[in-house]
Nanobody, 120 residues
Framework: QVQVAESGGGSVQAGGSLRLSCAASGSAYHINDMAWYRQAPGKQRELVARITHRGIATLADSVKGRFTISRDNARHTIYLQMDSLKPEDTAVYSC??????????????WGQGTQVTVSS
């Protein structure tokens, strides 16, 4: 099993910055992609950023140029640096981990989420 723990959420004014962290722990054959999703009240969950084991990053169009995703494979941790935050970035941000287990099947693991609130 893989446990996922997020940290770094909070409240900030528009134009400010926050840095989210997501650490995967436990047992797995291999950690594959890791990603950040967000869900605002009344809206569907959306992919914010994804990063492969090799460090190839994909960002949603709405955050390109403002958010950066990075990864530390030694620590099984990813980071989401969020700059120039806007009120529309307000959401619960959740970390998703794709891990290959010893049965060679891939499983999805989720953290509990961390609240990001951006005030105007």
């Amino acid at each position: 099993q893989v446990q996922v723990a997020e940290s770094g959420g909070g409240s900030v004014q528009a134009g400010g910055s926050l840095r989210l962290s997501c650490a995967a722990s436990g047992s797995a054959y291999h950690i594959n992609d890791m990603a950040w999703y967000r869900q605002a009240p009344g809206k569907q969950r959306e992919l914010v950023a994804r990063i492969t084991h090799r460090g190839i990053a994909t960002l949603a169009d709405s955050v390109k140029g403002r958010f950066t995703i990075s990864r530390d494979n030694a620590r099984h941790t990813i980071y989401l640096q969020m700059d120039s935050l806007k009120p529309e970035d307000t959401a619960v941000y959740s970390c998703n981990v794709e891990a290959e287990q010893w049965d060679l099947h891939e499983y999805q693991y989720w953290g509990q989420g961390t609240q990001v609130t951006v005030s105007s």
